[in-house]
């Protein structure tokens, strides 16, 4: 694939095919001519009709791109219900058992309602509010989540606010108990598998070292046999320079009758000959995905389901996540903390309780384009400046780049925007 730019619009010419546009700030896609695509530089245009109304177009600003700024308030808290682990997953990096380097077998609820109180009244009427239930593995509390679940809805309930709830499970422990809180709740279910039982394995171990696979094989058939009565499935995969095998993977995820499949790249992994080989491998996933069933098969893929969305909603995004803006994460002691992954590490707290450390929360509210210097990157209203904490395990800093977590980014984009041009023109 073969890029040029001018200003806020990258162009794409894939073998012999017309040139794909891109306008950055517009979010708008369309096909130019040789003309133009000969032409282009990175701060002019020569001087013929084509390039002139490449021009024309990057000048334009278009009325309906919705911003991708995010309103003040909490709307979204993960809850570690539990700091502990039935498995023993060779690359976790919450502590290498669950725990974030501090065992909590369960959450005090009593110390969480009114932490959720706190948060529930500043929530506009009308509005909606979301919990994750995350550990650790949370099932191995699932009266915690019940009763955490319940409060949320009462509280919700008199004030016509929309509560939704989601969970992070390694499914290894859906049995008839856990699977009637889930359908309660009607939760989003996200399970972690990796691939395939010989490389899942490995990867995800019990603590005795037997593999886990079959339990969660096991679990994923009682979660699609109960799906009228859950939200979203969705199996979730990270991969590393030990296991880079996506399309085996994603050929495994295609039997367990999930909606959604996502594949990560490990926060952990600093390696270019990886980064590149998870991107060819998701560039695999999507051409069988789109061969096999076209949009429909390839949003299944979560990375191209939010720029598909994002695309024909014309919606900016300016901030990868919403950590410390519309986001906090509640460890086992009620700790606060912007990301999931900081949990444990004291300097990154933001408060106890329901109470905030409002001067640390002040340095999180301008757009990450903006702390991250994205503004000349041609996909940053995709991107929205990337992950703070990949950029710092990284770099070392939050706001300081990291130029592989930039590539990856960059090149799935490039697929996706692809294959928009190519469903759109199909239908």
């Not at 609820?109 to 506009?124: G, M, S």
């Not at 986001?327 to 990301?339: G, I, P």
Request: charged fraction near 20%.
């Amino acid at each position: 694939m073969e890029q040029r730019r001018y200003k806020d619009i990258v162009a794409f010419k894939w073998d012999q095919g017309t040139p794909l546009a891109f306008h950055a700030r517009n979010l708008e896609i369309a096909e130019i001519s040789e003309q133009a695509w000969a032409g282009m530089k990175e701060d002019s245009l020569v001087s013929n009709e084509a390039q002139l109304e490449l021009k024309a177009w990057e000048q334009e600003i278009n009325p309906d791109v919705k911003s991708g700024h995010l309103e003040p308030g909490i709307r979204s808290l993960t809850i570690n219900v539990t700091q502990i682990c039935n498995l023993k997953c060779t690359y976790c990096a919450a502590g290498g058992d669950g725990s974030y380097g501090s065992p909590q077998t369960k959450i005090n609820v009593e110390k969480t309602l009114p932490q959720l109180k706190f948060f529930l009244e500043r929530v506009p009427e009308g509005g909606r509010f979301k919990i994750t239930f995350l550990g650790g593995e949370p099932l191995l509390y699932p009266e915690g989540i019940q009763e955490i679940g319940n409060y949320v809805r009462l509280m919700a309930a008199g004030r016509n606010i929309h509560a939704g709830f989601s969970i992070v499970t390694n499914g290894t422990l859906i049995n008839d108990k856990t699977l009637a809180v889930l359908k309660d709740l009607r939760a989003n279910v996200t399970v972690s598998l990796d691939g395939p039982p010989e490389i899942n394995d490995k990867a995800r171990p019990s603590k005795d070292g037997s593999g886990s696979t079959s339990l969660v094989v096991e679990g994923l058939r009682r979660l699609s046999e109960a799906k009228a009565s859950l939200g979203v499935l969705t199996l979730h995969g990270v991969f590393n320079s030990d296991n880079l095998d996506l399309l085996s993977a994603y050929n495994f995820y295609q039997t367990l009758k999930a909606d959604r499949y996502e594949f990560t790249y490990s926060v952990a992994e600093n390696d270019d000959d990886s980064n590149r080989l998870f991107v060819e491998q998701m560039n695999l996933i999507a051409q069988t995905a789109y061969a096999t069933g076209g949009e429909t098969e390839l949003r299944k893929v979560g990375i191209f389901d939010q720029y598909f969305f994002a695309l024909d909603n014309q919606q900016q995004t300016e901030n990868y996540c919403g950590a410390g803006k519309s986001f906090l994460m509640v460890d086992a002691k009620n700790n606060l903390y912007t990301c999931p992954w900081e949990v444990g590490h004291k300097e990154e707290q933001v408060g106890q309780g329901a109470e905030l450390n409002l001067d640390q929360l002040a340095q999180y509210q301008a757009p990450l384009i903006e702390k991250n210097n994205c503004q000349s990157c041609w996909a940053r209203f995709l991107c929205g400046g990337g992950c703070m904490f990949i950029h710092k395990q990284s770099t070392g800093s939050k706001h300081r780049k990291d130029g592989q977590f930039c590539f990856r980014t960059r090149s799935l984009i490039g697929t996706a925007l692809l294959y928009y041009k190519l469903s759109r023109v199909a239908c």
